[in-house]
């Protein structure tokens, strides 16, 4: 037997993924593992930090939430996804049934991924992200500038644009905002940083790629901004306030049951025009 002895199964509030949920529920407890369950809006920091196993039933929006609550922690809990959402990047679409899944976590019959973190900060509070850091202009109906230095390995780099803001994201986060914003799109899951402006008023602008252990972002605006981190609001900034994004400084450790993952097809797929 695997030493999973508590799960925390964290479902997006949707009668689809309930009923999932339930279903794992039902299966660890007759395996006498110790199980809690809640919608992701609900979902406690502290369940998710103290759990062995955190079941995420939703879609990519889930496992942002899952990782915005670890922060600052030296270990994290195993991430087992389950597909029940319209974007799901980071699960895998074809899976085993429930029950075989519960068998193969409770025999150790899985690999797991390492997925790279970044971290923002302002002032004196950072915070981790899975996917992305986004500096946006507060009144989007106007374009104000920017000053930009990047630090890497022998470069030291400084630049001033005009825009509605930028994202730096990790390579698995470059499947997110960072490529509807017609960022690139980086296929493997290495450990890099894209930068990539928002709507530039200098024409041909490139997206700039990273060595995340060895790079720093620094930014700040002259207009006032606001930051989001995975999707959600975290503060305004003032003029000139700066920003310190910086890569490389933990992974999310998510349970996989093969090896080999079509990501070009999981990600372009799920984006194809419909009419």
Same mark, same amino acid.
């Given at each position: ?55 995420? *039933?939703? $879609?990519? /929006?889930?496992? !942002? ?11 994290? &809990?195993? %991430? ?105 799109? *980086?296929? $493997?899951? /290495?450990?890099? !940083? ?11 602008? &490139?997206? %700039? ?67």
């Amino acid at each position: 037997m695997y030493p999973v002895s508590s799960v925390y199964v964290v479902y997006k509030p949707t009668r689809e993924c309930m009923d999932i949920a339930k279903k794992y529920s039902d299966l660890f407890k007759g395996r006498g593992v110790s199980v809690e369950v809640s919608t992701v809006d609900d979902a406690s920091t502290r369940s998710v930090v103290d759990k062995d196993l955190v079941l995420s *039933v939703g $879609g990519d /929006g889930t496992i !942002l939430r899952i990782s915005l609550m670890l922060q600052g922690e030296s270990t994290t &809990p195993l %991430i087992l996804p389950h597909p029940c959402g319209r974007r799901n990047t980071f699960y895998d679409e074809d899976i085993p049934s429930a029950s075989l899944i519960v068998e193969k976590v409770l025999k150790g019959d899985f690999m797991v991924q390492l997925y790279p973190r970044g971290r923002v900060c302002v002032r004196d509070r950072c915070v981790y992200f899975l996917n992305e850091a986004a500096v946006l202009n507060m009144d989007m109906g106007r374009v104000i500038g920017f000053t930009v230095t990047v630090r890497s390995a022998g470069v030291y780099s400084r630049y001033d644009f005009e825009g509605d803001g930028f994202i730096v994201s990790t390579a698995p986060g470059s499947a997110g905002y960072n490529l509807s914003a017609r960022g690139p799109l *980086v296929a $493997g899951w /290495g450990d890099e !940083l894209v930068l990539t402006h928002l709507n530039p008023m200098q024409l041909g602008i &490139p997206s %700039i790629t990273l060595p995340a252990y060895v790079s720093v972002v620094e930014a700040a605006s002259r207009g006032y901004t606001v930051l989001y981190v995975d999707g959600e609001k975290m503060r305004l900034l003032d003029r000139r306030e700066p920003v310190r994004i910086t890569g490389g400084v933990g992974f999310l450790k998510l349970v996989r049951f093969s090896s080999g993952r079509d990501l070009i097809k999981i990600v372009l797929g799920k984006r194809r025009v419909v009419y």
